[in-house]
DNA sequence: CCAAAAGTGTTAGGGGTACACCCATGT
DNA sequence: ACATGGGTGTACCCCTAACACTTTTGG
């Protein structure tokens, strides 16, 4: 990836918006650039021969170690400016890459969306060459951003809103078994407000994508609740066909 | 756009789905190809130092006169063998372009789907140099085409589909008054379904962005219907926002 | 016992669906 | 007059929002 001039499409990046869930909050995996202690997303380039989900799924185990998660591309960022600013000579320069005009990374660059949910738990977060730290930062209070990195969050929550509707969320930002109110606090913590649990309840189960467990024992002050497991054969076919809804 | 090697980012494209209606019927602004027949969509490159959005617009524009309308980027199609069909080397060779390896267009592309909302009175069809043709064609009989063309108009169908939960579509369609028949045979079409007269008059007028006008003189046996127009400052106010629908 | 949160139930209102009925117009 | 399609109204159902009440658990 360091110098991709011979191995990876020109012009094209493509950039990860990895989402987890800890401690009621939604985060972020974020790297930090040695050059100028700026944050950015995790990102990458194309193979000359590598389809663009796979390029993005290379992306993302490498930094995480995780294998097939959830991957979706959401948007394409095409400002002809959006990496020419001050940053970029910077950037370079730490890499020990010459600023010249010819060099490769000083050219225009797209850079398509791909946003991910996945547990927590499980990630390894690993930094790459380039990068001082690797780390989860929560989504309601990014650091500096390197680029339009920070547009690119705010879009990729966006349009996880509207997923919300369609697309049953959850499987893989939570463990196996857990409880229906871990899921409810991941919906508001999405669109930003509250939602009643009674009529959250109802609904989740409606789609009859949970499949109830047993008791669950916490420390916690109040009655115990269930656990729930999503039924996999209904998940991955409401993946395909949608929640219902339509005009 | 004959010879981009100097002009344009190398390895993506813009290709796009440009619909509109005719007598009662989605269509969609197709050329066809000298080489091989084929037909395919309007597209292009990306100038070194344009931003995306303006490419495509710019792209529209050559190929309808058209300028200021509904286009938006819906989804990029990164298969790495997406353009190495057979096809590729028959269009080349009319073009007259040496099939050499190093050939700009023998690069693997990738590219960006666009689509746009038009009148489709007001257009002006142009062929470009490498096309026998332009004209639009019926969205569900659509001629052979060229690529992975057939699949990228599905895909824009299929967005358009949920985007009509969401956003005021028919503005750009339609002429500037319109009775409610015409919008309702174009979410019909869209959606693949017949909806009901009375329920659809009550729901789009209760968006508040339409206006009604004078009787309607047609040559039809059957009651002259009001026509309506859009209402400018709803119309774009609803376009930034959504017609509501959350959670 | 008390606080906190889970579990369960109830009610009112809105919106969608499926009709029925009347009205205007050209043949 | 009649067929065609526009305009209007209504009854029903389901979903949702809002909220009340009970149950369980740890402190």
Redesign the interface.
Known sequence: MQNGSGHF????SIDNVIFGFHQNELTVLLLQAKSNQRWMLPGGF?G??????A?AARILTARTSLTNVFLQ?F??????KRNRKEHLGEVLRTLGIELTAESWFMQ?F?T?GYYALVNYEQVIPQPDETSLTCCWQDVRKLPLMLFDHEHIIAKALQVL??Q???QPIGYTLLPKEFPLKSLQTI?ETI?GRK?DRSNFNRKLLSYGILEKKEKHYTGAAHKAPFLYSFREDMYFKALENGLE???
């Open positions: 499409l020109p012009a094209v194309i000359k021969e590598e389809d663009l989900d390029a591309q948007h394409v960022f095409g400002s002809a225009r797209i398509i809103r509207l919300l509707n369609y919906y669109l939602l809804k339509d005009f």
